[in-house]
């Protein structure tokens, strides 16, 4: 069993909260847009991290990581990318990859809109975990936080943290 904190979109904001609410997470996953190797490396040493670069991250983070990534954590297939739309909207990018070996787990960031939904078609649960930074458009920062159990999905958590505008922590 792990517990995955899952975040994106943190376009080079830093806020401790973020070490709070994964602090029982196993893993970190990041799904672009961190704008800043600084965040990508306080993260890294918190917690093991895997992350796909967004089309905010340049130089560095490149060389980091991988616009996709795909792997097993226990016994679910999981892809995630930046750019990846969402169920009966998949970008153009990844939708092929999807489509022909559909993962069990989709994660995408990029839109700064939280969304957890089940493609029934392909069997597969999508999330995006909106925006962690201030900048967009976003009305409320947030994260999630995940159970893999085997191949089950339990006790997902959708963790606001403030209004951007508001610049609150």
């Not at 517990?3 to 994106?8: M, N, P, R």
Request: hydrophobic share 35%.
């Amino acid at each position: 069993m792990k517990k995955i904190g899952i975040i994106s979109d943190t376009h080079s904001y830093w806020d401790d909260r973020y070490l709070q609410y994964f602090e029982p997470c196993d893993e970190i996953w990041h799904c672009g847009d961190f704008c800043s190797t600084e965040i990508a490396e306080r993260l890294a040493a918190f917690r093991p991290l895997r992350a796909v670069c967004g089309n905010g991250d340049g130089g560095d983070l490149r060389l980091m990581y991988h616009d996709v990534l795909r792997f097993k954590c226990e016994d679910v297939d999981v892809l995630m990318k930046h750019i990846g739309g969402y169920p009966g909207r998949y970008d153009r990018s990844i939708i092929r990859q999807i489509m022909e070996n559909p993962p069990q787990l989709f994660i995408s960031g990029h839109s700064h809109i939280l969304k957890i939904k089940y493609d029934k078609a392909l069997g597969l649960l999508h999330i995006n975990p909106g925006a962690a930074g201030l900048q967009g458009w976003h009305k409320e920062r947030t994260l999630v936080r995940l159970t893999i159990d085997g191949s089950r999905f339990t006790d997902c958590e959708v963790i606001t943290l403030a209004d951007p505008r508001k610049n609150q922590i």
